[in-house]
């Protein structure tokens, strides 16, 4: 597997099955994409929930780009939701495989979540180049999701529509909605994948139960596999959940796309715990790998307007970073040792050089100096004296206090490790 650097997301638009302009991302990784993966996803939901920019982020993470759209009537997709029905939501993925086979390479890769994930079986057979497919909390049957309609059902039924309140917005339902999902039977599909299926559920799902789980696994033939989710939610809420489905996702689909090549990216020198080693990351440009201690990584780049892919924060950004990250712990801690009722601190922090002529209350009278303005936002139950005693204690964080004093830096050259 090769290192992880971050690649760049880019919001794009193509044609859906019925013409609409369907709202995209597609999140590419640094270099060369070993293949590209389509996710569709859950019920009413948008490209931009966690679970799904989490599993992106993951997979850019392996090599492989990942296309995130909006259905057509959802999110920032045109066209009215109330006309789309399952068969339009398996059209709009064929459109979307067809997109990038003519302008990027086929999609090898196919996951959905919930209803998108019975979406990507339906839709298989229809992307020949398609290697392996995820789903996540996926019904046996697109009929499932009907259940959150019962209560307006006989108004469909009679009108023909109804206003129907789903995840807590208002959604028109049509009857040709109900009558599609009721019609379409996945069992074929599932038994001619021909694919490599991976199925995640959670067994304490209240909105698809794990029986669909147990229906998808048995109808499928090998190479299949089962992941149960423990204790997850059905959308995954809980950042840990997501990530989880992410990494295995991840790890399992190099078996079937192969690992990213060694000469597109690589990982920076192990850390040692004291240690924070920043690497070029192989990609080109300025982008940098960069591990803490061994225990995080992540990568840092410069805008394009001065060179760089903006695959990462700029290292005045990092700096920046550093010094609100300080500040909000450090009020964190000052307030639960005066027990004060601090829900929540926040920092908000803008770098920038300016002249020193220009700054009455600096020492420095020549020249160019950095110059960083931060502005503090409390919430809570907090007098006036105490928040006045917060403001001073952010002056007292350790790295506010590294930046007002001499440092000194010793610069060596250390000899290559062999790889």
Same mark, same amino acid.
């Given at each position: ?180 999902? #009721?019609?379409?039977? =996945?069992? $074929?599909?599932? /038994? !001619?994948?021909?694919?490599?299926? +991976?199925?995640?559920? %959670? ?98 780049? #410069?805008?394009?307007? =001065?060179? $760089?892919?903006? /695959? !990462?924060?700029?290292?005045?950004? +990092?700096?920046?970073? %550093? ?97």
């Amino acid at each position: 597997m090769a290192g992880k650097t971050a690649g760049k997301t880019e919001r794009i638009t193509f044609a859906g099955s019925g013409g609409e302009a369907l709202a995209a991302r597609l999140d590419t990784p640094p270099g060369t994409p070993i293949a590209y993966a389509l996710f569709a996803h859950c019920f009413t939901c948008t490209k931009d929930i966690f679970a799904a920019s989490r599993i992106a982020a993951a997979l850019t993470e392996h090599g492989i780009a990942v296309l995130r759209f909006d259905f057509t009537g959802l999110g920032s997709s045109e066209g009215e939701f109330a006309n789309t029905n399952f068969s339009s939501n398996i059209d709009d993925l064929v459109a979307a495989a067809d997109f990038l086979r003519a302008g990027y390479a086929a999609p090898k890769l196919l996951v959905g979540h919930s209803l998108g994930g019975a979406a990507v079986l339906a839709a298989a057979s229809r992307v020949p180049e398609a290697e392996a497919v995820v789903t996540i909390g996926a019904p046996a049957e697109p009929a499932h999701v009907a259940h959150h309609m019962a209560d307006s059902r006989a108004e469909i039924e009679a009108r023909g529509e109804a206003e129907v309140l789903l995840v807590g917005r208002p959604f028109r339902i049509k009857k040709q909605f109900l009558e599609d999902i #009721e019609a379409r039977k =996945l069992e $074929g599909d599932i /038994a !001619g994948l021909g694919k490599a299926l +991976l199925v995640f559920h %959670a067994p304490r799902d209240t909105v698809v139960g794990i029986d669909n789980a147990a229906r998808i696994f048995q109808a499928a033939k090998h190479p299949k596999s089962f992941v149960s989710l423990d204790d997850a939610d059905h959308l995954l809420s809980k950042h840990e959940d997501a990530i989880y489905v992410a990494q295995v996702t991840a790890a399992w689909a190099e078996r079937y796309l192969g690992p990213a090549p060694a000469s597109e990216a690589f990982a920076p020198p192990r850390a040692g715990s004291d240690e924070v080693v920043v690497a070029e990351s192989g990609a080109g440009g300025l982008t940098q790998s960069i591990s803490f201690g061994g225990r995080h990584a992540f990568v840092a780049d #410069e805008p394009a307007s =001065l060179g $760089g892919a903006d /695959a !990462g924060p700029s290292p005045y950004e +990092l700096l920046s970073a %550093a010094l609100g990250a300080c500040t909000t712990m450090t009020l964190r801690m000052y307030a639960g040792r005066k027990k004060m009722a601090l829900d929540r601190a926040t920092v908000r922090l803008r770098h920038e050089k300016i002249h020193a002529a220009d700054c009455a209350e600096c020492e420095t009278r020549e020249g160019r100096i950095d110059r960083i303005e931060r502005e503090i936002e409390l919430t809570g139950a907090l007098s006036a004296d105490e928040r006045a005693r917060l403001i001073e204690i952010a002056d007292k964080c350790p790295v506010h206090r590294t930046l007002h004093s001499e440092v000194q830096i010793v610069t060596r050259e250390r000899e290559a490790e062999s790889s």
